[in-house]
């Protein structure tokens, strides 16, 4: 009987084991056939909730990938701060959520080429009398959505009074709106978004940064890497890539 | 591996001075809870008085509908769902102090607790105490302050501080309106390093001290109050 059971254990340790590796699966991904998406769905037009689905370039992009990789496209709605975790504990197989490339990130996750640029930018309200970042003064409040670059970047930025992280980009412009704070900083293509359905707000001309964004993957999972890299090339290569980005932002 | 655990815990709280979200989140979280359990023993008490007055005499019906009706929103809603609705409704347009939001936020909520539980104590006390103190030639007013309370109180104590403990635990959802206490001082510590494990087992373990610690105070109180009734 003891002898039973310690074989059984043996062989469930070893099961489990060879689900942990992904090296013997051509696609690199966790699971075969299936890539698993961590985003956090609610940065538009990157990736927002539509009805029962989620869509946005983030999206579009990695059904393409899938595709060219042979896989079906699986998305995981999830916190913004957790991707990262999900994506190096191997919960999911990549991260695409209008995440830019930070030294501080490559130490916990690979990158791949990126797909996008964007840049940080700052929204205040019309009458506010803001009209360049170092109208920004000692004592202002700014609203970030937590652990975005914006956070980061502001939060090291010492000419911001008070830096308040909000759990989603809305809230932090809701309460813009409300005039609880003096200026959203958040990435340019949600901004655009956010000020065209809420009147009263605007877009500074200057940019706070500029950044690219990129899918993140399992450290060390060079197969995975490898795939999404090509697959980035070929959408790169036939246009598909600059026709999703077109299809959700206009051109200006 | 003890590397990587002594990489790991200078990345998660010494590089940056990151242990300062940690310390300066505990103090909110203290300071909400607190300040929003004093506002909910006045609260709690005020409504359990109305409530029993009306149940015992009849009097002040409409008041206690109004109590009833607080008891039901609050009871019947998520404490981070009124949170927000205070945050983003009641206080809509105005620059208000973040910490003020909560503690009037978790001080309504927890209100509507500690009143069941002092009204619970209240009606443990035998109705034959009440004629007593009656016949004695004490009002009403005298009879609960001299001679009910004191027995009801010693009834609610453990379960009003198991309600404290379940208060302290409640305003880790203060986040949800950026105010940093000690849970979103973890996940700002998250969303910095991307590790998940040690900031959120160094939040988990702070909480459990000071529920342990509470916890430890509320047995030593109700060995002293149970001496008093041999």
């Given at each position: 009987m003891k002898k039973l059971i310690s074989v059984a254990l043996v062989l469930a340790m070893s099961l489990s084991l060879a689900a942990c590796?992904?090296?013997?699966?051509p696609e690199g991904?966790?699971?075969?056939g299936v890539l698993v998406m961590a985003t956090?769905?609610?940065?538009?037009?990157?990736e927002y909730h539509d009805g029962d689905s989620i869509v946005g370039i983030d999206a579009e992009i990695a059904e393409a990938i899938a595709k060219k990789m042979g896989c079906e496209l699986r998305i995981e709605d999830i916190a913004f701060d957790s991707i990262i975790p999900e994506v190096s504990s191997g919960k999911a197989d990549i991260g695409l959520a209008g995440m830019t490339v930070t030294e501080d990130r490559k130490q916990s996750v690979d990158f791949s080429e990126s797909y996008a640029t964007s840049s940080q930018v700052v929204i205040v309200p019309?009458?506010?009398?803001?009209?360049?970042?170092?109208?920004?003064?000692?004592d202002s409040i700014v609203g970030v959505q937590t652990g975005t670059t914006g956070d980061i970047y502001c939060s090291d930025?010492?000419?911001?009074g008070t830096v308040e992280r909000y759990n989603k980009g809305m809230e932090a412009v809701q309460a813009l709106t409300q005039g609880k704070i003096d200026a959203v900083v958040i990435d340019s293509e949600p901004a655009k978004v956010f000020v065209s359905e809420n009147p009263g707000l605007m877009v500074l001309k200057e940019n706070y940064t500029n950044e690219e964004y990129a899918a993140a993957i399992r450290k060390g999972n060079t197969v995975l890497l490898d795939n999404v890299n090509k697959a980035l090339e070929e959408l790169k290569a036939d246009g598909t890539l600059d026709k999703i980005v077109a299809k959700y932002i206009a051109a200006e | 591996m003890w590397q990587q655990f002594r990489s790991d815990l200078y990345l998660n709280f010494v590089k940056d001075d990151r242990w300062q979200y940690l310390t300066n989140g505990l103090k909110v979280t203290l300071i909400v809870t607190l300040f929003a359990a004093l506002m909910g023993i006045i609260l709690g008490f005020f409504v359990a008085i109305v409530r029993s007055t009306c149940e015992n005499t009849g009097r002040l019906k409409i008041l206690n509908a109004i109590c009833n009706l607080y008891l039901t929103v609050i009871r019947g809603t998520p404490v981070v769902v009124q949170l927000m609705i205070i945050y983003f409704?009641?206080?809509?347009s105005v620059r208000i102090d973040k910490t003020f939001t909560a503690i009037i936020a978790f001080g309504i909520n927890s209100g509507a607790y500690q009143a069941e539980i002092f009204r619970s104590g209240i009606q443990s006390v035998p109705r034959g105490q009440f004629e007593a103190g009656r016949s004695l030639g004490f009002n009403y007013a005298q009879t609960m302050l001299h001679i009910i309370m004191p027995q009801a109180l010693r009834v609610c104590v453990p379960t009003l501080c198991n309600e404290y403990i379940t208060l302290l635990k409640e305003t880790?959802?203060?986040?949800?309106?950026?105010l940093e206490d000690l849970t979103k001082g973890g996940d700002i510590i998250r969303s910095r390093t991307?590790?998940?494990?040690m900031p959120l087992i160094a939040v988990a373990l702070i909480y459990l001290i000071m529920v342990l610690v509470l916890t430890r105070l509320v047995s030593l109180l109700e060995r002293r109050l149970a001496r008093g009734t041999r």
């Open positions: 590796g992904s090296s013997g699966n991904t966790a699971t075969k956090n769905a609610e940065f538009p037009p990157y019309e009458n506010s009398g803001i009209s360049s970042l170092s109208d920004l003064g000692a930025d010492d000419s911001i | 409704v009641i206080f809509a880790s959802v203060a986040g949800y309106i950026a991307y590790s998940a494990f």
